[in-house]
C-alpha cells in the first residue's frame, strides 16, 4: 500500500470505517406489513424483499393484501409489465436483470434472516456489481477495535460504497448508517421480522442456496461497467487500491455522498438507465369512430431528421426506422401488438418517402381498431441502422362517440392535402400528414382534422352545421417587463354536407400569433337541432 493511500485511510477511518454520510431516509414500513408477511411461503418472501426496493408502500400492501399465492403471482406478472422499459417488445430488460441480481445476492451474501441477504446483497440488487471491490481488514490497539470491512466503488455512477463487519459474524452493514425516522422504522421492521421467526411464527426466511460456478457466471452479465466478477479478482483489489490512492479527500467524500443521495433519490439503478444515446421522438395519440363498436385510434410519431443515421444505398442516403406498440387493457391482458417500418431517403435538403415529407420531421402512424375503455399503450422507437431507441408508456381513456352532436379528437397536422388512395396518412379523399409536437413556426398556417358525428340531416340527408372556433394564449404576453392581458382570436362559418358525419379540416393564419403556447376551441352546433359540441388541444408557436 502506498504512503499517499495509508494517510488518505486513516484520516477516512476517524469516522469509523470511512468518511461519514449524510442522514437520508429509507424505505417506511407500513402498519400490518409483519402480520401479511405470515402467509408468504418462502419463494414468495424472497421475490417481495428483492423487489421492494423499487416498490411504493401502496404497491407493497397492495401485494400483501392479496389471499391467495396465485393471486400474488397475478399481481407481480402485471407489476413487471408496468416498469418494462422497453413496453412496446416482448423482452423485459429490467426483469430479467433484477432477477440475476437479486439470484447473485441471495448466492453471494446471503443470510437465513429477512431480507435474505445482508447490506452487501441489497446494493447489489440496487445498482449491480461494483467495477472494483476491496476488504478492509480489522484492527486492534490500544485505543479500541476497528471492525473489517469492504469498499465498493461504481466508475460509472461514482458512487463509493463502505461496508463493515461490526458483529464479526459476516453479516455487512453500511459503515453509515442514514439515522433517519424512516430508517429506525425499517430497522424495527427486520428486528420484528427475525424475532417472527425465531420463536417460529413465520418458518425460516431462505433456505440455504447453492450454485456451481457456471450458474455463477451465468449471473453476473448485468452490471453497470460490464465488469468480468469471475476472473482476476485479486487485480481488481489492487485497481480500487490505486483509485482510492490517487482521489482527493474530498473527491471520496463526494462518492460517498453520492451513494446516500442515489438512495433517497434513485434507489434502482439498472444497465439501461445509463445509455444516455437515446433517440428523440414525439407521439400523439387521437381517437375518431371506427367500425360499429370501435373506434379508429391513430398513434402518430415524429422523430427529428437530423438525429438519424443515413446511408448511401444506390446512390440514395436512406434511414431505417422501426416503429412498435403494445396495447394492454386495465387488467395488463394484451389486447394488441403491432410493428411498422419507414425508410425516408434524403436527396439534398428534401427529406421524401412515399411521397412529399418535411424537411425537418419524419412522420409515421399505426392505427389501431380499439373498443372504447382504458388502455396503457407502450411505444417504441428504433433507428435499426445506429441502434438509437426511444421507449415510452402512456395510459389512455377512449370514450364513445354518443353524444348528437360529438367531435372527435383534434388532429394536428403539418399538412392537409386532397390525395387519392395508396399513399400513406389518407381520410377518405385527404391526406392528413400528422404533426404530434403541435408546434408551429411563423409565417406557416397551422393545420387541423377532426370530424363530426350525431348531426341531424333533413328528409334529403343533409346535415346543417355551424363551427366556431377560438385561440386562447395559455400565458400573458410580455412586451419588455410588463405582462400584457390579450385576447382571444376567434371565426366561425356556416357549412352543410350529406349524411351525419363530416370531416373538417381548418387552416388558420399564423400572422396574429406570437411565440408561446396557446389552446385551440372548436365548437360544432347543430342547426336543426341546436345542440352543440365542444373539444379543445393545445399548441405553440415558435420562433
Known sequence: ????????????????????????????????????????????????????????????????????????????????????????????????????????????????????????????????????????????????????????????????VQFRNANLKGEYFFASDPVGRSSRRELERNQNINTLMK???????????????????????????????????????????????????????????????ALQDRPTIYSFDLDQNVLPLIFDIASFRGGERTLRTEISFEVPTSELQFVQKAGVLAADLEFRVLVHDVDMKEIASVVDTVKPTMTGDRLSDKGPRPPSLVPAQIVLALEPGYYRIGIEARDRTSKRRSAFRTNVELAPYTASPSVSDIQFASAIRETEANQDFVKGNLQVVPHPSHAYRKPFPLWMYFEIYGLDTDPEGLAYYRVEYRIIPLEKRRRGPVLEETAAISSSFETSGYGATQPQRLSVATENLWEGKFRFIVTVTDRRSFRTATKYEDFSILK
Open 1 to 160: 500500500m502506498t504512503r499517499k493511500l495509508s494517510i488518505l485511510l486513516s484520516a477516512l477511518m476517524v469516522a469509523g470505517l470511512f468518511l461519514a454520510a449524510p442522514a437520508r431516509g429509507m424505505k417506511d414500513s407500513f402498519p400490518g406489513e409483519i402480520a401479511l408477511l405470515k402467509k408468504l411461503a418462502p419463494e414468495e418472501r424472497y421475490s417481495y424483499f428483492s423487489a421492494q426496493y423499487f416498490m411504493s408502500k401502496y404497491q407493497r400492501r397492495a401485494y400483501l393484501s392479496l389471499p391467495t399465492a396465485e393471486r400474488r403471482a397475478e399481481w407481480f406478472e402485471r407489476f413487471w409489465i408496468d416498469v418494462d422499459p422497453t413496453p412496446a417488445t416482448p423482452e423485459n430488460e429490467r426483469r430479467a436483470e433484477h432477477e440475476k441480481r437479486a439470484a447473485l445476492a441471495r448466492r453471494l451474501f446471503g443470510m437465513t434472516k429477512a431480507p435474505g441477504w445482508d447490506r452487501r446483497g441489497e446494493t447489489l440488487i440496487r445498482y449491480g456489481l461494483p467495477s472494483n471491490r476491496t476488504q478492509i481488514w480489522g484492527t486492534v490497539s490500544f485505543s479500541g477495535m476497528t471492525a473489517p470491512g469492504e469498499v465498493w466503488y461504481y466508475e460509472s455512477l461514482d458512487m463509493l
Open 199 to 261: 420463536y417460529g411464527v413465520i418458518s425460516e426466511m431462505f433456505p440455504t442456496q447453492f450454485m456451481s460456478p457456471d450458474e455463477v457466471k451465468d449471473l453476473v452479465d448485468f452490471n453497470p461497467d460490464e465488469i468480468d466478477y469471475v476472473a482476476s479478482p485479486d487485480t481488481r483489489m489492487m485497481t480500487l487500491k490505486d483509485r482510492i490512492a490517487e482521489m482527493e479527500e474530498e473527491k471520496v467524500q463526494e462518492a460517498i455522498n453520492n451513494f446516500y443521495a
